[in-house]
């Protein structure tokens, strides 16, 4: 394969197809909490269940079973805080992350 060097004269189909550099995959399949800066902090005795967080959380690491919200996943969870604008009951406070 001839590598080309890209410039702003270089065309698409010039280019090597970035399908076949990389494969397609979710957050699933990597740990990506480490990129966090701030961290949510769940407070089970403020939380009401209304699971308003849940449907926001970019990343899905708000795990839900039997219609509960449980602890965070931080495996996943990257800190950007829309969870805790998200609940009204002041059930998730965002701290720095002292990793």
């Known amino acids: 394969m001839t ?9 698409w189909r010039e280019m ?10 979710n957050s699933e399949e990597f740990i990506t909490g480490s990129w966090r800066t701030d961290k ?10 209304c699971l308003l967080c849940v449907p926001v959380c970019p990343d899905s690491s708000i795990p839900v079973k039997e219609s509960k919200r449980l602890e965070f996943d931080y495996d ?7 969870c805790e604008k998200a609940c009204a009951f002041e059930a998730i406070k965002m701290v720095k992350d002292e990793k």
């Open 3 to 11: 590598k080309t060097k890209i410039n702003e004269t270089t065309t």
């Open 16 to 25: 090597t197809a970035g399908g076949n550099i990389y494969l397609s995959g």
């Open 40 to 49: 949510p902090i769940f407070i089970e005795e403020k939380c009401k269940q």
């Open 76 to 82: 996943h969870c990257k800190g950007c805080g829309i």
